[in-house]
């Protein structure tokens, strides 16, 4: 299937632009857009002082004291985004929202229309300067991913050229923090490096996710407007007995549709890349809204995007849309994914039934500890992160989520040894490695012995240490062990730890 080329449409600083629209904070001073803390869009004049992206809230007005922090509001990023969509509609047909402040369409029929891709970016980004008072910027590419990093150059790649284009460009552009960071700890820093791995290993080794991303490293964004159309019976709506004209009230519905959709694609194994907002209005209006995602849709990512759009329809500053009295959620686009197949016996009928029958059978003749199941509870060991429960009890995972300090990162390994394996680990002429008490290593790590082998194997490469220190406060409970990783050189890589100074392997990578 051949790249469909894509003109992606893209205004700068479009949260803190959002809020001048709305909420009239002046764009051209020092303004700085936070989410979680940390800067997530700073004005050009915030830039000038110092202040980028990721900065915590007290180090950017450490660089600038007379910042204006504002929250970020994925809503009123919508409220002022939507005069925008309607702009660019006013020029071509078939727009695609991928976020608050940028949208994509099919670059064949506007560049047919007004005699080329060049001619046809200048008329979009004039009518939307004329209509809306608005700076945007356009890029043209073979896909969707591609043009849009190209509208952040403000370029056209010609038509066959976008891997070339694309090859220099910082494994960042991919947008996927974990995986970004997993990928430059192993020497990728190029989306033509990470495009170079062979495609089979990158599915076996980080998963679907990746694979997705890795086709878009090399250029081959082969998801077009309508990449599937998926089975009729997957849309949901829901229909309101008084109409709906308060954003908090429609957030519920939002929710519980966003819930109903995910569910239905999960029993089919699939997931939604491509989704069609609709709504009818008291008066009869129909407005219809579709989003993009070059990732998949989450059931929170769902819901955000169907709350955004509904607060841009409902409290846009230029919206005539009056009570909603219906909407539907329609997945325009899908992809297989083997993430959401069902589980081992199915998610429902008869073979699920005679699994939990046999299940309970044996409980009954040993015992409810006799069959359990494992769930994933917060913790800093991979080891001690798995808590076994027995087999019908509520599986409720503690703190899984939290960021727990200390944790050793990512990927986690694939075997996890029940009792650690007692290990050798010492420096190039033979002297065990020790830890001293602010961290220091007493010499490199340079071989490494397990268990009873007889012979050392050499570390090529190592990371740590990570320090440890658990109920310091309680006698006779504390724990405190140094973490590390290690490669060896017959290409086996463990979790490591030195604790009282010996050493252990606890767990083996793949």
Not at 106 to 133: F, L, N, S
Not at 234 to 249: C, K, N, T, W
Not at 400 to 410: D, L, T
């Amino acid at each position: 299937m051949r790249t469909v080329r894509t003109i992606v449409v893209w205004c700068p600083d479009w949260p803190v632009i959002a809020a001048e629209i709305v909420d009239g904070y002046p764009a051209h001073e020092a303004v700085a857009v936070m989410h979680a803390n940390r800067v997530l869009v700073a004005s050009p004049a915030a830039r000038e002082e110092g202040v980028r992206r990721g900065l915590r809230k007290r180090e950017a007005q450490g660089r600038c004291p007379h910042l204006i922090v504002l929250e970020h509001d994925p809503g009123r990023d919508m409220r002022a985004f939507e005069p925008v969509l309607a702009a660019v509609e006013h020029i071509a047909a078939g727009v695609e929202t991928l976020r608050p402040g940028a949208c994509a369409l099919g670059a064949r029929g506007p560049a047919r229309y007004h005699g080329g891709e060049a001619a046809a970016a200048e008329r979009i980004v004039e009518h939307i300067a004329q209509q809306c008072d608005v700076e945007a910027q356009v890029g043209i590419a073979d896909g969707t991913f591609a043009a849009g990093l190209a509208a952040r150059a403000g370029v056209i790649v010609p038509d066959g050229e976008t891997a070339q284009f694309l090859e220099g460009l910082s494994i960042g552009a991919l947008g996927r923090p974990s995986l970004v960071d997993l990928l430059r700890r192993l020497g990728i820093h190029t989306l033509g490096e990470f495009a170079a791995l062979p495609g089979a290993d990158v599915l076996e080794r980080f998963g679907f996710d990746a694979a997705l991303a890795h086709r878009l490293a090399g250029g081959r964004d082969e998801r077009p407007l309508a990449p599937r159309r998926p089975p009729v019976d997957l849309d949901v709506s829901e229909a309101f007995d008084e109409p709906v004209d308060r954003v908090d009230a429609a957030a519920f519905a939002a929710r519980a549709l966003a819930e109903r959709l995910h569910e239905r694609l999960g029993a089919h194994g699939l997931a939604c890349t491509r989704l069609a907002i609709e709504a009818v209005t008291e008066t009869g209006e129909e407005l219809v809204r579709t989003w993009r995602h070059d990732g998949l849709l989450s059931v929170n990512a769902i819901a955000d995007r169907l709350r955004w759009q509904l607060d841009g329809w409902l409290r846009g500053s230029r919206s005539r849309a009056a009570g909603i009295i219906r909407l539907r959620l329609v997945p325009e686009g899908v992809i297989e994914h083997l993430g959401l197949q069902p589980g081992l016996w199915g998610e429902a009928g008869d073979e699920r039934d005679r699994a939990h029958r046999a299940f309970s059978r044996v409980q009954g003749l040993l015992g409810p500890d006799a069959v359990l199941t494992a769930v994933l509870d917060g913790g800093r060991a991979d080891r001690s992160r798995i808590r076994l429960v027995a087999w019908g009890d509520e599986r409720v995972a503690q703190g899984a989520e939290a960021p727990w300090p200390g944790r050793v990162p990512g990927p986690s390994p694939a075997t996890v040894y029940a009792e650690p394996l007692p290990a050798e680990v010492v420096d190039i002429e033979g002297q065990p490695v020790r830890v001293g008490g602010r961290l220091e290593l007493s010499a490199v790590p340079a071989k490494a012995r397990i268990g009873g082998e007889e012979h050392f194997v050499g570390i090529v490469g190592w990371a740590g240490p990570w320090p440890v220190d658990e109920r310091w406060w309680a006698e006779g409970e504390s724990w405190r062990v140094a973490r590390f990783q290690l490669q060896l050189a017959d290409d086996r890589a463990f979790s490591a730890v030195l604790r009282n100074g010996a050493w252990f392997m606890e767990a083996l990578y793949d």
